[in-house]
């Protein structure tokens, strides 16, 4: 899962114009949106984790971190402003700790135990600035460093800040405020001469020098294919060059390089790709790359490491060795002077072995862990990664399988304990891993000792759990604004604790100056400005309405002082220094948002009836009303008007109406059609033209409790359509058919039936709208977390038609919960189906035998 992170520079410089008129900002921001369209692009973004971070103080400049989705990215990434300094060292190390947040608490850095590259969180880090100074409140900055301290607890086990799978890339915009005259020049866009520069190129990545927006869309171009799975490794040579090849492709040794002028291939700072398994989705891997120490259980604390592992080759021409059923890795070179130069010395059938130096206890060098080899077609160059001193190895496996078969002699066993002697403690797990693969007999003990001393452990244990306390702290300060200021700090350099001001001698000679006894507010006429008032931090201070600041007399200057410092800050809790039409005055975007007006209203007094129903709020219309459960159009102008009508004095009381407005229903026959984006097809819910009677009418003189059981028939029904019996037209349930008029035909049928007084018959067009509102719920209920799936069972009650639909809405959200590997879901589904099939299918075979005998 690569994790894309974005340094926005929002110091005040990215304020500044192009010459199509948008501000730096705003080119940053459109770059990340085209970088995530064509990030979309591959199919293996669908796993790709956003990151945004500022140059605000830490922890506040981390807007989007690892708990944040998609859209809260987007949305903090549209309100970022540019405001304040060009602290790009500390915005650099903040992004760095939230990148290794979690690093220590998974192991994946794995210190100690050698480095594992198919452990590894792909990360990398675009940071998008305009390449100024860099400022900070110490002054103006030449070079650009990073602070040594972190808050991260275990920072102190690697020497850099990054790790060796992240890599920083920088868009330095440099677009001219005036449109240029001379021609764009096409090509390669070039690095960049700031300072971010030489960062770039120590994490393994690179700057861009952005001119034009043109040249902007290519950086972004080569960026999107920069995201490999990978980790960086620095590639040494040591010892001599090696013998060049002749025309005939023959090392030719009067011919020999010269190994003291420095080569650019001599020292190649590149990407391995690590490849995901194509089963899993994940790398596997077997071997680790050595430490540069020998674990001895005599060191106190471990040996900080470099981020990248400084590997080394010798040139010396080496028979690839591998056996039958002993793994090893295989990891492809990224393109470089080294493997140019491999290539076109056109030897793909020998190697160079590869060595970390002090990885051995006897040898300084220490012994080959793997090599380097260009494939057969001489279009890549690979390292393989085998065990630790494989040449020894390797000759002794080939002979316990073929000459011992498998069961080894004193002499064997001896010299493979010699051998475990120059293998690193933490190669014997994957070493005893591999012999059981290749099926050998259990020739390593089951007592392994990781070659670390007790307080190592412990103190790896420790930090751990302090990773995750400020791992906690740090995640929940994302997304909080920094505190304001209160006041303004003015440092007192007189030494003592009370203020200038305030001094007993200060007023007293105060007073001879002026020649009052007392000093008083100046008094105004504050009618004259009404609704004016400047907001005051001290409340015994009375407001004050002046203009001109040449109105303030020398006595109130302390005063006014003050008031001005509550108007600079907004300490006040109210709008100050607006006059009554100011305060209206509100941006389009906030206009008719009156939630948050409600919210800073009092809380209403109790009603003095409260049984009285509680009036809505109409927000302006008065005569606006509760529109719930009315859901009727033109066509349905007809069902409404009887149900509501009231009855006038004198009309006939007519009982069969009135069970009829309760509990009518039409049979129909149904046509299944398929249901597509959740819209029903019209004559699902339509009558049989030929039905000439409505049924289901209650029967007179029917005890009230076989009417309440009746009822309950209904509700247990709810999920299914209603049942008939075969060459009947009547309901199961004791009910009874009756003559009705024409008109009452055309009321439109539903698939639940509910004993409510007055409630509406539901229209196809109406029943449309309900089904697809329910299909856009209920792909939202699949994809939520959790086991709650109560709610995904109640929209599927309220489907409205057939059997048919509802079954299809089941196998609709069987399909959605099949996306999200939702099992148990599937399994409830998949009951609830069947009870389904149940009731269909005698339900289709009665409706077919009713229509052959008709």
């Known amino acids: 899962m690569p994790i894309l992170l974005f340094l926005i520079d929002t110091s005040a410089s990215m304020n500044q114009r192009t010459d199509l008129g948008t501000s730096y900002l705003d080119i940053a921001k459109g770059a990340v949106e085209l970088f995530l369209k064509l990030r979309a692009r591959d199919p293996a973004s669908r796993g790709d984790r956003y990151m945004l971070v500022t140059y605000d103080e830490p922890p506040y400049c981390i807007k989007a971190g690892w708990k944040e989705n998609h859209a809260t990215f987007m949305s903090e990434l549209k309100n970022l402003q540019a405001s304040g300094l060009t602290t790009l060292g500390q915005a650099l190390r903040s992004s760095f700790d939230l990148l290794n947040l979690n690093r220590l608490i998974s192991g994946i850095d794995n210190y100690g135990q050698g480095r594992n590259p198919f452990f590894l969180e792909p990360s990398i880090l675009i940071t998008i600035t305009d390449g100024n100074k860099l400022t900070s409140t110490a002054g103006v900055q030449e070079e650009l460093h990073l602070p040594l301290n972190s808050p991260l607890p275990g920072s102190e086990l690697t020497k850099e800040p990054f790790r060796w799978d992240q890599r920083l890339f920088a868009l330095v915009l440099r677009l001219p405020g005036l449109a240029s005259t001379e021609p764009e020049q096409l090509g390669s866009v070039p690095t960049d001469e700031s300072a971010i520069t030489q960062m770039c190129e120590v994490t393994g990545g690179r700057s861009y020098c952005v001119r034009t927006q043109r040249m902007l869309n290519q950086c972004l171009e080569s960026l999107v294919q920069k995201v490999q799975s990978g980790v960086v490794i620095n590639f040494e040579k040591t010892g001599p060059d090696p013998l060049l090849v002749g025309e005939d492709g023959l090392m030719d040794s009067s011919r020999s390089g010269n190994s003291f002028a420095a080569q650019p291939w001599h020292s190649c700072h590149k990407l391995i790709y690590v490849r995901p398994n194509s089963k899993t989705g994940v790398p596997v891997g077997h071997w680790p790359i050595p430490e540069s120490f020998w674990p001895d259980q005599n060191l106190p604390s471990l040996p900080p490491r470099t981020s990248h592992p400084i590997v080394r080759f010798s040139c010396i021409d080496c028979e690839p060795m591998v056996i039958d059923k002993l793994p090893f890795d295989k990891y492809e070179l990224e393109p470089s002077p080294l493997t140019q130069y491999i290539l076109e010395r056109k030897s793909p059938h020998t190697c160079w072995q590869v060595f970390v130096t002090s990885s051995g206890k006897y040898n300084e060098l220490g012994y080959p862990f793997g090599y380097l080899k260009a494939s057969t077609t ?452 998949e009951k609830v189906l069947e009870k389904i099939d149940s009731h269909h299918l005698p339900n289709n075979v009665n409706h077919i035998n009713s229509r052959s005998s008709s």
């Open 378 to 829: 001489l279009t890549c160059v690979n390292l393989f990664v085998m065990p630790y001193n494989y040449p020894v190895l390797l000759p002794l496996l080939d002979d316990l399988f073929k000459v011992h078969k498998l069961k080894p002699n004193l002499k064997w066993r001896q010299a493979f304990d010699s051998y475990l002697k120059t293998l690193p403690p933490y190669y014997l797990l994957p070493l005893k891993k591999a012999l059981r693969m290749m099926g050998a007999p259990n020739l390593i003990s089951d007592n392994l000792d990781c070659g670390l001393s007790y307080s190592v452990i412990s103190y790896l244990k420790k930090l751990s759990q302090q990773t995750k306390l400020e791992s906690e702290r740090i995640l929940a300060s994302v997304g909080k604004k920094p505190p304001q200021e209160t006041g303004i700090k003015v440092k007192n350099h007189s030494g003592g604790g009370v203020s200038l001001t305030h001094s007993k001698t200060f007023r007293k000679l105060l007073k001879e100056i002026i020649g009052e006894t007392s000093p008083r507010l100046t008094e105004l006429n504050t009618k004259e400005f009404a609704g004016f008032q400047i907001g005051l931090l001290n409340k015994d201070l009375k407001p004050q309405t002046y203009r001109n600041a040449y109105d303030i007399s020398r006595r109130g200057l302390l005063d006014q002082l003050t008031r001005m410092r509550s108007n600079l800050l907004k300490t006040h809790k109210f709008i100050v220094g607006q006059d009554e039409d100011s305060l209206h005055s509100v941006p389009v975007s906030q206009m008719g948002n009156y939630q948050e007006y409600l919210k800073t209203l009092a809380s209403p007094l109790r009603e003095i009836d409260p049984d009285q129903p509680k009036r809505l709020h109409t927000f302006g219309n008065p005569f606006k009303q509760d529109k719930k459960g009315m859901m009727i159009d033109e066509a349905d102008e007809f069902v409404a008007g009887p149900q509501n009508k009231v009855k006038r004095p004198g009309e006939p009381n007519n009982p069969l109406s009135s069970k009829r407005k309760r509990n009518a229903t039409v049979t129909h026959d149904v046509h299944e059609e398929k249901m597509e984006n959740g819209q029903i097809p019209p004559d699902v819910f339509l009558s049989k033209p030929a039905a000439p009677e409505l049924m289901n009418i209650t029967g007179d003189g029917i005890p009230p409790n076989q009417l309440d059981s009746l009822s309950d028939d209904f509700t247990s029904l709810r999920k299914d359509s209603l049942i008939h019996k075969p060459s009947s037209n009547a309901l199961v349930g004791g009910t009874k058919n009756c003559s009705v008029p024409a008109y009452d035909q055309k009321v439109s049928v539903t698939s639940t039936f509910r004993t409510v007084p007055n409630a509406l018959q539901i229209t196809p067009a109406m029943a449309q709208g309900i089904n697809a509102d329910i299909k856009h719920q209920l792909m939202k209920e699949v994809r939520k977390f959790g086991r709650k799936y109560e709610r995904i069972f109640i929209l599927l009650e309220e489907v409205q038609g057939p059997l048919a639909v509802k079954k299809q809405f089941v196998e609709f959200t069987i399909k959605e919960a099949a996306r999200f590997k939702r099992r148990v879901l599937i399994q409830y589904l």
